[in-house]
């Protein structure tokens, strides 16, 4: 299986700006120039293990829950990630997206 590095540099993405860190920040922390965080987040450049784990560790996250769209079991990381989508959600919101879910699981069948 090939690494989808568009979606794995959109989740770091997505984890430093929730965090509220910055490029210039993470990259000091993990001693990385703000264009290499730049050139992983946009996929102009592949990263290395070694980086990727540095940035799990800095943004307090598992590599699952930045590589779970490369990843055939990574299960856990996408329920962690729903329970953060609707985890702000109104009891209308809840009804709507059960009614939602249930149609496209059916279209799976």
Not at 40 to 58: F, M, P, Q, R, W
């Amino acid at each position: 299986m090939e690494i989808d590095y568009k979606a794995l540099g959109k989740r770091i993405r997505k984890w430093r700006k929730e965090k509220g860190i910055t490029q210039e920040v993470l990259a000091n922390a993990i001693d990385k120039t703000i264009q290499h965080i730049s050139n992983v987040e946009c996929a102009h450049t592949k990263v290395s293990l070694g980086t990727l784990t540095d940035i799990a560790n800095y943004l307090d996250v598992s590599l699952n829950d930045l590589m779970c769209d490369s990843l055939r079991n990574s299960g856990n990381a996408y329920r962690l990630e729903y329970s953060r989508i609707i985890k702000d959600c109104d009891e209308n919101q809840f009804r709507r997206l059960n009614k939602t879910i249930k149609a496209l699981l059916e279209t799976w069948e």
